[in-house]
């Protein structure tokens, strides 16, 4: 890569020792980085040529995941290494039992990048959704490793399409193919000469549709949700959120919540805790007693299979740096709100489009989109809308397994 480039990386890379000095996520990923030599030394042998698939943090992981899960179930002796760049990533799947190596990814820079590659030697590299790393692309393509990336989305306002974006146009070369989600982001890349391209679409509709196949009972949530006149769940709820959502739910004591918090500690729980009027209680106190309003989750893995005993979902961070997963939810049929950073997100704008979800700016907005979900008529026609959204964007996984087959 150029020597502006290069400087960036090795900046990066003294910025993150020295902020890892009061930050404990980057002294993890730091040291996670230092060891990712020696675990790999002893898990990979020369002629392994793992099927190697880097994935930023734990929502590319879940886009990535059904192809991680296609591929050992067709070839369950194939070896596959999964990296992470984020301890949000790393930390919750270093155990993941369907791939047979997990670390962190080095830092880019150009010794780095030939010791990982020179060990690794991966039969095929996939990177998922927005991980652009100059010079390991750089190098797959001088060692002829076919190199993809799934699940990309692409928009005019990225450096790609800037006067002085060179630089990052080049890596673009670098894939054999990008797998993209949608035509704007086919007509985008032809428009900067890159056609190396397929649309598929977004690999996290099977996933959400593999969890809600999969998910086990939860008769404790099925009957606390029942308990109400509806049930509303808040998943990946920031305080935020909070702020615009609770004082509606304080006023109509008939309807069920529960809140999902994205982070929690004990504080957070309690403050939960605390400002619902009509009583609360955390899900792992919980006995069955359906005298509470409000259901606090306070542990991970459970959001997914709670959406499908809920009516309506409110889904998190859309007033802060822009939503999360809205599918999970809609998957089960229910309408979504969410706040209004949310325009990066395809299928969000999608289903506001369509009526299936809705975006708010503020608590009248909100209360008014709620008060309109009392009515089954109009909920439910929402309902319909974005579960059949979900339904009609399957099959990316196929599309993309069918093609990259021959390398594994």
Known sequence: MTPIYNTAMYLMSGLSAIAALKSDK??????????TMDYLASKI???????????????????????????KREYPDRQILLTFFSPSGYEVRKNYQMVDAVCYLPFDTPSRVRKFLDL???SVAIFVKYEFWGNYLEQLAKRHIPTYIISAIFRPDQIFFKPW??????????????????DKSKHLLEGIGVKNTRVVGDTRFDRVTDIMNTTTPMPDVESFAS?????????????????VYMPWFNRHPEVKLIIAPHEFDDARIKALITRSENGAVSYSTFKGDNTPQVLIVDCFGKLA???????????????????????EAAVYNLPVIFGPKYHKFKE??????LGGAFSINNREEFEKVMDSMLDEATRQKAAVTAGDYVKSQ???TDAIYTDLKKHV
Request: proline share 5%; aromatic share 8%.
């Open 394 to 396: 399957l099959g990316a």
């Open 120 to 122: 690794v030697n991966p």
């Open 227 to 243: 308990s109400g006149k509806l049930c509303v769940i808040a998943g990946s709820s920031w305080p935020l959120d909070e702020d």
């Open 348 to 353: 969000a704008v999608d289903m506001v489009s």
């Open 165 to 182: 974006g060179g630089t990052f146009r080049h890596m673009l070369g670098c894939f054999d193919t990008l797998y993209l989600q949608d």
């Open 26 to 35: 980057l002294k993890k990923m730091r040291r996670g980085q230092s060891e």
């Open 305 to 327: 299979a709670m959406y499908r005993y809920c009516d309506v979902a409110i889904v998190g961070g859309g007033f802060g740096t822009g939503i999360h997963n809205i599918n």
């Open 45 to 71: 042998k020369p002629d392994d040529r793992p099927v190697w698939i880097h994935a930023a943090s734990l929502g590319e992981f879940e886009q990535g995941r059904p192809l991680i899960e296609r591929i």
